[in-house]
């Protein structure tokens, strides 16, 4: 029997930056890829290495980024100019981001939206794929 568990439902928020700060849904959002972690490896090998076998250590770890697509309305309080993703990026601001998946595990972040790329193809919906740099530890609960 298998543990699988739809996608569907998970909510990807951000905050307002306020001191009790409050996360708002982003609207319409379509797929989520991320956030993704690695760290670096470093070569440790010295003449005292047994074997003659390279040694490697954990370096640094690198948050990654979180990128997802939303149906995109540039009206929509999450999305527009005045206070949405358009106006993260714009500002260049470190935003808090919240991931809440459907068994409530929560995933919380502080992101750069380093990229926000409307489409607008004749024939199919307009959307807009962004991408989250997430900067400093992630937090899984």
Same mark, same amino acid.
């Given at each position: 029997?298998?543990?699988?568990?739809?996608?569907i439902?998970?909510? =990807?928020?951000?905050?307002?930056?306020?001191?009790?700060?409050?996360?708002?849904?982003? +609207?319409?959002?379509? @797929?989520?890829?991320?956030?993704?972690?690695? /760290?670096?490896?470093?070569?440790?090998?010295?003449?005292?290495? =047994?074997?003659?076998?390279?040694?490697?250590?954990?370096? =640094?770890?690198?948050?990654?980024? =979180?990128?997802?697509?939303?149906?995109?309305?540039?009206?929509?309080?999450?999305?527009?100019a005045?206070?949405?993703?358009?106006?993260?990026?714009?500002a260049r &601001?470190?935003? !808090? /981001?919240?991931?809440? /998946?459907?068994? @409530? &595990?929560?995933?919380?972040?502080? +992101?750069?939206?380093? !990229? /926000?790329?409307?489409?607008?193809?004749?024939?199919?919906?307009?959307? +807009?794929?962004?991408?989250?740099?997430? &900067?400093?530890?992630?937090?899984?609960?």
């Amino acid at each position: 029997m298998t543990n699988a568990v739809a996608a569907i439902g998970t909510q =990807l928020k951000m905050g307002d930056g306020a001191a009790s700060e409050v996360f708002t849904k982003i +609207a319409e959002v379509r @797929s989520i890829q991320g956030p993704t972690s690695t /760290f670096d490896v470093l070569d440790a090998t010295s003449h005292d290495s =047994l074997n003659n076998t390279r040694e490697f250590v954990a370096g =640094l770890i690198d948050p990654g980024e =979180l990128t997802f697509e939303v149906l995109f309305d540039p009206g929509a309080v999450t999305h527009d100019a005045t206070t949405g993703l358009i106006a993260k990026h714009q500002a260049r &601001t470190e935003t !808090n /981001f919240q991931l809440l /998946f459907l068994d @409530s &595990t929560l995933v919380t972040f502080a +992101a750069l939206v380093t !990229n /926000f790329e409307p489409s607008e193809p004749h024939d199919d919906l307009q959307v +807009a794929s962004v991408t989250l740099k997430i &900067t400093g530890t992630i937090t899984w609960a």
